[in-house]
T-cell receptor
Framework: GAGVSQSPSNKVTEKGKDVELRCDPISGHTALYWYRQSLGQGLEFLIYFQGNSAPDKSGLPSDRFSAERTGGSVSTLTIQRTQQEDSAVYLC????????????FGSGTQLSVL | AQSVAQPEDQVNVAEGNPLTVKCTYSVSGNPYLFWYVQYPNRGLQFLLKYITGDNLVKGSYGFEAEFNKSQTSFHLKKPSALVSDSALYFCAVRDGGSYIPTFGRGTSLIVHP
């Protein structure tokens, strides 16, 4: 079966430009997470969606970051006015429910801001 | 608040020897604990989890982990390492009242032939 799909796999952009990263979770998974992985920094939580509930945005580092999830499925993470410190791998994960379920991760989007 | 620490950035072990990757955690309630592995240029893959019950948890690829409540640890172990086990390993913790796992910084495991 299909896993979590992320696109693009690589994105190179210029400082100040906006970027959109897409995540297509596993069908039927109600929970969706975005994490950021920087070299030597581990995984940093960004945002969490659960069904139709309001998302938990507590991990977003600034108001330049936003995300939406349409129809309880596909999610888009948008970074406005990108900065060099935004360069990282952005990982999306989904899981079945609220319980202590394992997360299924996509392969990530490598974002490079020049 | 919840947090997790992986005190070693890198672990080196010879093939065939036992391996241990350390993880300690801090939560206010009961912990849910996880190990994930990340191979080069791949997303994270689930290895095993502890929710409740037996303190020794067995997972994929021959890995196991031992939950130690008094030491707040959840170390990952394997009796005999393979070169193919070389990867980045992440420990994660969730407080029972939270829906968001907190991940450690990761430990790079290098298994030498």
């Amino acid at each position: 079966g299909a896993g979590v799909s992320q696109s693009p796999s690589n994105k190179v952009t210029e400082k100040g430009k906006d970027v959109e990263l897409r995540c297509d979770p596993i069908s039927g998974h109600t929970a969706l997470y975005w994490y950021r992985q920087s070299l030597g920094q581990g995984l940093e939580f960004l945002i969490y969606f659960q069904g139709n509930s309001a998302p938990d945005k507590s991990g977003l580092p600034s108001d330049r970051f936003s995300a939406e999830r349409t129809g309880g499925s596909v999610s888009t993470l948008t970074i406005q006015r990108t900065q060099q410190e935004d360069s990282a791998v952005y990982l999306c994960a989904s899981s079945l429910a609220r319980g202590p379920e394992k997360l299924f991760f996509g392969s990530g989007t490598q974002l490079s801001v020049l | 608040a919840q947090s997790v620490a992986q005190p070693e950035d890198q672990v080196n072990v010879a093939e065939g020897n036992p391996l241990t990757v350390k993880c300690t955690y801090s939560v206010s309630g009961n912990p849910y604990l996880f190990w994930y592995v990340q191979y080069p240029n791949r997303g994270l893959q689930f290895l095993l989890k502890y929710i409740t019950g037996d303190n020794l948890v067995k997972g994929s690829y021959g890995f196991e982990a031992e939950f130690n409540k008094s030491q707040t640890s959840f170390h990952l172990k394997k009796p005999s390492a393979l070169v193919s086990d070389s990867a980045l390993y992440f420990c994660a913790v969730r407080d029972g009242g939270s829906y968001i796992p907190t991940f450690g910084r990761g430990t790079s495991l290098i298994v030498h032939p």
